[in-house]
């Protein structure tokens, strides 16, 4: 196994404090010749969160949802920054699990009780510190307790949409789904659940 690189944080600098945490740090980060070389980095925190997927294997469907996202709107240009995603959403001091229940419930209307974990991963390891936890659950339909669509206090304007699976997984190919957790979550879904069908 290769050595670990031997780092010393010579100073953190927090840039802003407004929304989430942006901070400057600086490193010594010593090469493999004995060197040390310093290095500067911004590091954005906005802590982890979790994703998850529900699924219908009588229906061959999925739940995703609709959003406004602005960097994509200001990314894409003339783009409307319309994004169809997973439900998702930060940890904010609740454990993954418990979290992916309660977005599934606030952005679908769908309350879960049972989900499957997978594996946790870094999205954008060069700058952003959030670890998401991924996760896939079957829905039906007695489980819709509201039409879903967010929380007003977030100000979160969600549609909910219930796509054939290969509908969906599709639209990954012709660009209609570019956000990187709902491909990761529907390439899951085409290995080892659907398949089986």
Do not use: W
């Amino acid at each position: 196994m290769e050595k670990e690189p031997e780092i010393i944080i010579k100073s953190k600098e927090t840039l802003s404090d407004d929304y989430y945490l942006l901070h400057k740090v600086t490193i010594d980060y010593k090469k493999e010749d004995g060197t040390a070389e310093e290095q500067v980095r911004e590091v954005y925190d906005k802590g982890s969160g979790a994703a998850i997927l529900l699924y219908n294997i009588e229906k061959r469907k999925v739940i995703l949802t609709r959003q406004f996202r602005l960097p994509i709107y200001i990314n894409e240009g003339e783009k409307n920054g319309m994004l169809i995603e997973v439900c998702a959403g930060l940890l904010d001091g609740l454990d993954p699990e418990t979290c992916a229940k309660k977005e599934a419930l606030e952005e679908t209307g769908y309350k879960i009780d049972k989900v499957d974990f997978l594996f946790e991963a870094y999205m954008t390891p060069g700058a952003v510190m959030e670890k998401v936890s991924y996760f896939v659950a079957e829905y039906t339909e007695d489980m819709k307790l509201t039409e879903g669509g967010g929380l007003m206090e977030e100000q979160e304007n969600i549609e909910v949409l219930e796509l054939d699976f290969m509908e969906a997984y599709d639209m990954i190919a012709k660009g209609g789904i570019v956000d990187g957790k709902t491909i990761i979550l529907l390439q899951y879904a085409l290995m080892y659940i659907f398949e089986k069908k």
